[in-house]
C-alpha cells in the first residue's frame, strides 16, 4: 500500500535561518508531488507542484524553493525564514491516473 | 479548475444527517467533484468524488444535480468526531490538469 511520510511533525525556528522540509511517498512511482501551507485560521495555499524528478511548478513566488531529487522525494525550502513563513506545511501525491489526493500529517512551523 | 462556493460554516445535531452543499456553476463536462475533509492540526482526508452519478461509499453520499453545477455532501448520520472543515473541489482526471486548488471549506461543528 501507499504512505506518504513528512517530518519533521513540528519545527521552531528563528527568523533568517534556514529551512529544510522533506516529504517521501512510498509504494508507488512517478507520482505528482504537491506542497501546501495552511496559515492559522486560513485555508489550502498550494506552493508548488511537481509532476517528474527535477520539474518544479511555482504557484506563489515567496522566498521559498522546491525540489525533487528523486522520485518519491520532495523537499521544500528557504535560504532565510520570514515571521510569515509560519503555517501548517503539508505534502500531497497522487498517483499516475490516480484521482485522489493523498496528504501526509503536515509539518506545523514557528518562526519566531 | 472551476471555481467553488461552498457556505462557511455549518451545525448540525449529532446522530442527525448533515448536509453540506457546493456550488461550481462553471465546472466543465470532464471535471470530477471531489470532497476531502479536515479535522484540526491533521492533513486532509479523501471522502469521495463523482462525476455524473450519484456515489455513496462508507463514509458518505454525493449527490451531483443534473446540471452538475452543484452538489451535495450527506453524512447520514453525524459524530461528534465529524466536526472538520469540509472542502468541495473539482478537477478533470488527466490531461495537462496537475494544480489542484482548495478553497476556505465549510466548518461543520456537529453538536451533542
Known amino acids: 500500500s501507499q504512505t506518504i511520510h513528512q517530518w519533521p511533525a513540528t519545527l521552531v525556528q528563528p527568523v533568517g535561518s534556514p529551512l529544510s522540509l522533506e516529504c517521501t511517498v512510498e509504494g508507488t512511482s512517478n507520482p505528482n508531488l504537491y506542497w501546501y501551507r495552511q496559515a492559522a485560521g486560513r485555508g489550502l495555499q498550494l506552493l508548488f507542484y511537481s509532476v517528474g524528478i527535477g520539474q518544479i511548478s511555482s504557484e506563489v513566488p515567496q522566498n521559498l524553493s522546491a525540489s525533487r531529487p528523486q522520485d518519491r522525494q520532495f523537499i521544500l525550502s528557504s535560504k532565510k525564514l520570514l515571521l510569515s513563513d509560519s503555517g501548517f506545511y503539508l505534502c500531497?501525491?497522487?498517483?499516475?491516473?490516480?484521482?485522489?489526493?493523498?496528504f501526509g500529517n503536515g509539518t506545523r512551523l514557528t518562526v519566531t | 479548475d472551476a471555481k467553488t462556493t461552498q457556505p462557511t460554516s455549518m451545525d448540525c445535531a449529532e446522530g442527525r444527517a448533515a448536509n453540506l452543499p457546493c456550488n461550481h456553476s462553471?465546472?466543465?463536462?470532464?471535471?470530477?467533484v471531489y470532497w476531502y475533509r479536515q479535522i484540526h492540526s491533521q492533513g486532509p482526508q479523501y471522502i469521495i468524488h463523482g462525476l455524473k452519478n450519484n456515489e455513496t461509499n462508507e463514509m458518505a453520499s454525493l449527490i451531483i444535480t443534473e446540471d452538475r453545477k452543484s452538489s451535495t455532501l450527506i453524512l447520514p448520520h453525524a459524530t461528534l468526531r465529524d466536526t472538520a472543515v469540509y472542502y468541495c473541489i473539482v478537477r478533470s482526471s488527466g490531461g495537462s490538469n496537475y494544480k489542484l486548488t482548495f478553497g476556505k471549506g465549510t466548518l461543520l461543528t456537529v453538536n451533542p
Open positions: 462553471t465546472i466543465s463536462g470532464n471535471e470530477y
Open positions: 500531497a501525491w497522487i498517483g499516475q491516473g490516480g484521482l485522489s489526493l493523498h
